[in-house]
């Protein structure tokens, strides 16, 4: 599930931010310490290499290489191209989440419109609100790894009861080459207008408003597809990563802490350590993760949307308000400021 | 609750902006004083100890450090990743209160559309407006630490007059390991429905614009919600924080008064307070200081939104314009421009 | 009243922009005469005392300032963050002229749904529409300063006709610690509900409509309310008034000509006045004026939305639309291309 | 009309662009020819000034003038406040392509739900879309410097068959100091009441689907006209274009080719053309010409809209539609997949 | 059909784009490699005549002119302008995206409210939904090269199946100067108003339900026609291309190495392959190379929207779920949560 962070900075208190740097979960640390470590072993090695194993001519060629580098990298414009990407990425990972489908405004109208407490009343508001589950599934299982693992097969959705046999039967006997998510909802309609000529439904005026939030339903849905399936073009993220990748290549070599006793410009002060220079991998390598946790929110990332509890809450809530709730209501008393 | 200051920019006169520069409540200094103070003060014992307590040899390389130091601070890209990040920051704050839940849009309706002035008629409205406002309590609740503090159980709630002890009951015996906010307002649509059935409300087209307006309400309520659940992701608030913090700590040695007899580039001044480096300390954490600020709205900060005075806000008013107003119109008089 | 002028840059031609540069009204020029003044002013003082007052020695260490200001000067990121801020400013301000309120699809929908030739008839249609101008003057009165000078209190409301001297009773009547700008509407839709119940209103969807279309322009006002009530974060506008009036302050020491017979490096030439400062200043300020003006802007500015004019406006064209125009149709002729 | 070149760029081939750099209408060069020349011409003359009229001493002191604009030229920040002020620009642009009022969505109601072929029947329809039209007509008169050439006075307006002389003597009738556009919506709304009290439209529900329709209709021609009455500030656009101008005013000094022999740093090399000052010139006064351009969208510019095509095309096609079309179907047959 | 890397990058995993930069298709290298050969090459050439052709003299000339055009290479904003123009183009690319027509919709209302099992309900449902995909068809052989080709005259039209010949009389016997793709909705609604005269539909409601999808729908091909008909403004992207082009040009002369006995700055290596200004190459002309493919996305790009099998899907679909699947309901059983 995503990491929720949002009680600890609800004041803004001394240096109020810094309790976030010291969270694991989530955290940047978490993410890159890998990636650092690699980057901090080849700067070692490359430092090493430049100390002890170099002639003394081939230290003067390394040292000119370094320089060479070292003012390559500066012309790198990271910050600008991630700053205009990950802006790109973090809007469309909101809208995702923007438009998770939740199945409650569709809920409540059928609790509510759909009458009748009879066994035949009940069976169709489960069966309205199980094809919504239904439809919500087979959009989560093309967009989403962690759907997918838990439900590998059309067998899966139907032990799981979001379909019956019978439906799987008919489900499959429809012949398209193309994806049948928008079956269950040719079913829900059908369903809702033999409902209305019924007289569960009572005018086309309820009718009209179940079908209009089934249609809002099916965008979210389609909206998630469109998503996933028309992503951010390969070649924007290529670029962006070639950006930052060539920039830490030519930090590797540039940041070179160089003899002080060659006296080259910048060059007078021996560190060992590249303090900055590890800050800035951390930075900007932080700064593409972001990106990366984010482009595909529909994955298993501490950050990414817990798209399996979503599909258990939507159904176990759905079938409790139109089935056990219809028409349940606390008796009606007076509240306290009644006079 | 907010800090208000547009009356007083209201005409762009001669410096207008600098006024604001003379306020406490919500600015800069009230925010930062505390922050700046340690910094002086660091800023403070490592120049002492430059000048008093190293030795000569200690303070060439002192000079060393500070200068790549200096180097590297200036290459931070603060400001670009500031202005990504609080742009971010800012819209979803805006987001925020746009989606605060207001139940004005539905007592107009409930107001007009929901007949009798007999006792169950006047129940009936004062319930479905309770239901509303109970929803937007129950979500307040979990989003704001304020409103958690003043309602920190049920019991409060229901203390409060959001529920009667019965509804409780109903609310507590429905099991559901999910959160229950939607419950309300299943209760909302049935008894709305029955309203109906029972002739209160007129016909479809009446309840259904009051279901859809609930509708719209339920969404600004989990909106709400998702802004409290789903941040900006929490390596993101790292990267900014990090180079900011990393910015501070490369000025504060890199920005020291070096010995001017040394002849640094640069050096050959000392002033012994750094005007502009405070000036920088001021800039740059008030900016962050925004989005501490705007990360979430529903904390105690001057800036944040006033949870519980909305909330009783809501109750008041829509009790109020259900119930006592209900059809209590001025008698219609001609106006002034008649003919 | 704002400043238009789109007809003079309606095509692009030769240097067409420049023709803007000479006008007065609403311009920079206007704007920051004075602020301009008091830089030049001061900018003038300094380099007085620099050339004449000063004895050696103090020149030198005068020299050795401005040099550290200009330096400084340079690197406080004025543009950037009049960038980011002044694109927030001028969101906020369109969206608040997007969202003042008008009459006009209230009121073409009770001129033509609401029914009735006689004084009844009229003196519903004109009551309804009396409710709307009244709302949107409630929270006009608040938001803006010039219509609170013109309705310093509601005793200037009713004598301007949008009140009856009744209304004003019963308005002051009801009891609520809170804002009564919705009163006025829960008295519309009840009176519209009326009008139904007495067949004014022919059957439901007509007043849902006019429902709707009263709650989409009560969301108008309190979207105007909200933008009053909320404004940028005061520690935004003072960081970027704090950064810009710093990068002024160090312009003024820092831009100085210093003695060219010193030969410091960029200070070869003395042009005693400051051309590409003075610019920069117009420039800058400029910039920050456009934020100034415009983050109130129901302000006097030349820019500002003339908001006393768009009550008149809309009170009288609604009545005029609802009243005399009521079904008062052009007779029906074929037109000229009738075949 | 817009300048269309997407077929051109429909695949990215080998250096796609390129052959966008060879066009004339629309371009950069037509647009641009005129101001390069003279920039052109200035540096020449300058240029010649320096070389061959000036005394020794004189060029001396040129050339010190000519690095300190340099210098200055770099710190004039063009690129971003172009980069904002563009990117704003074309937001507006864009705004207001999307709302051009057609009146498509209208026809197909009108069309369908206006009931009865008979000479009555036929001048409803007629009628409620040349009122459509007429409003249209009526907001792009004071729109669009084209349109308002077009039809001066209303007599025009009459005579073009949008209006029938007896409207005119309706409309002149009405006295309102304001401007009297949404008359004809008046006439709309009222007349389509009428038409269902006779029965011409079925019931209340097309009614009001047509009455929206209608309304939403009018916030087009609404928004036009707000883009038109308030534009970006006139403060904002001095500011770019001093900034734009100073830039190209430094740079006409600050960019001569000074004599080699006096070894200023970066002078070395005298190529008389100053090749990439004239290619930056290009750049920026193009990018600046983008805003030229799109500020006002309705001029008669290569980009700008056809308002005048516009309005004979809506005349034309909505006539047609609500008329010869009405209920002319052809006839119901099987189509090719049948089984 | 566009490229889609979702999955592979689902979870942020240690280095998780580096797989990404070693794919083919779609790729930056598939898209540049033939730019980056003609710029590899003239770089070598210019490198070899610097080297072997010129004289002493004239390679002290090539060496200035080199060190002047790497100055001015530096200053020009390739990143600023291709951020501010990819993030416009991205934009409008993901609008086309969503607006793209899909029927389902419009179908499953079809499906559900127009009754009938019999002969002339299945073809009063079919021809409903063949005019909604004649309309996105005509459309999208406007927009896009791919469909136009495969549709070049409405033989092709005819022939396929979406029009039948009578309906093709009718369409061509319509006079108008002016697009005819509004044509097959003037049936549509025609056709559905008279379905609901004869009961098919079942009442008002339904009917301006489809009525009001049926609009939705023509705001989508609208709107996608709109945006191939009015694109960037040529001179934004000639603005763009000119930028670009320049720097590769600056960087051929100016990237060159320089012989380093003359002891140029930054000139005291000879490298032979310019590492660092490939990579720019590679990183600025892969950036152009987004906007390239995304200015027309309707082109036969790899990432184009295939509009072809749209066009397929859409028609198969919505057949299907209006006439086989029209209350084909699946057998109501209890589904496994019953009790």
Redesign the interface.
């Known amino acids: 599930m995503?990491?929720?962070?949002?009680?600890e900075?609800?004041?803004?208190t001394?240096?109020?931010?810094?309790r976030?740097?010291l969270?694991w979960r989530?955290?940047?640390y978490k993410?890159l310490y890998?990636?650092f470590a690699v980057f901090a072993l080849l700067y070692t090695v490359l430092s090493l290499v430049y100390r002890l194993a170099l002639s003394e001519s081939q230290r003067r060629l390394f040292e000119?290489?370094a320089?060479?580098?070292d003012?390559?990298a500066?012309?790198?414009?990271v910050?600008?191209?991630l700053?205009?990407y990950?802006?790109?990425v973090?809007n469309r990972w909101w809208n995702q989440?923007?438009n998770l489908p939740?199945p409650?405004?569709l809920?409540?109208?059928i609790?509510?419109?759909v009458q009748g407490n009879d066994e035949?009343g009940r069976?169709?508001r489960?069966?309205l609100v199980?094809y919504v589950n239904l439809t919500s599934l087979l959009i989560l299982r093309s967009v989403s790894?962690a759907v997918c693992k838990r439900f590998p097969t059309i067998d899966h959705v139907v032990e799981a009861?979001f379909m019956?046999p019978?439906?799987r039967?008919?489900f499959e006997s429809?012949r398209?080459?193309?994806l049948k998510y928008?079956?269950p909802?040719?079913?829900?309609?059908?369903?809702?207008?033999?409902a209305r000529q019924d007289g569960r439904i009572?005018?086309?005026?309820?009718?009209?408003?179940i079908?209009?939030?089934?249609?809002m339903f099916?965008?979210w849905c389609?909206?998630l597809f469109?998503y996933?399936?028309?992503?951010?073009?390969?070649?924007?993220?290529?670029?962006v990563?070639?950006?930052v990748?060539?920039f830490f290549f030519?930090c590797l070599i540039g940041r070179q802490f160089l003899d002080p006793a060659q006296r080259y410009q910048?060059h007078?002060?021996d560190?060992y350590v590249p303090v900055?220079t590890l800050?800035?991998f951390?930075?900007f390598s932080?700064?593409?993760?972001?990106a990366?946790?984010?482009?595909?929110p529909?994955?298993?990332?501490d950050?990414?949307?817990e798209a399996n509890w979503i599909i258990d809450?939507n159904?176990?809530?759905s079938?409790?308000?139109v089935d056990?709730?219809?028409?349940?209501?606390?008796?009606?008393?007076?509240?306290?400021?009644?006079n």
């Open positions: 995503t990491v929720t962070y949002s009680n900075v609800a004041n803004a001394f240096f109020s931010f810094h976030l740097l969270r989530g955290s940047i993410l890998r990636e000119k290489i320089m060479y580098c003012k390559y500066e012309q790198i414009p910050t600008f191209v700053g205009f990950v802006t790109l973090v989440f923007v939740w409650d405004r809920m409540f109208l609790s509510s419109c035949h069976l169709l489960r069966t199980r790894t009861g019956t019978e439906e039967k008919v429809i398209s080459p193309h928008w079956i909802f040719v079913w829900f309609s059908n369903l809702a207008t033999q009572q005018d086309s005026i309820d009718l009209q408003n079908l209009n939030e089934m249609n099916r965008t389609a909206t469109g996933d399936w028309v992503g951010i073009p390969l070649v924007y993220t290529q670029v990563t070639l950006a990748y060539t030519a910048g007078d002060l560190l900055f800050l800035q951390l930075f932080g700064w593409l993760k972001v990366e946790q984010l482009i595909n529909f994955g298993e990332d950050e990414d949307f809450r159904l176990q809530v079938l409790l308000a056990e709730m219809h028409m349940d209501l606390p008796h009606l008393t007076k509240d306290i400021y009644w």
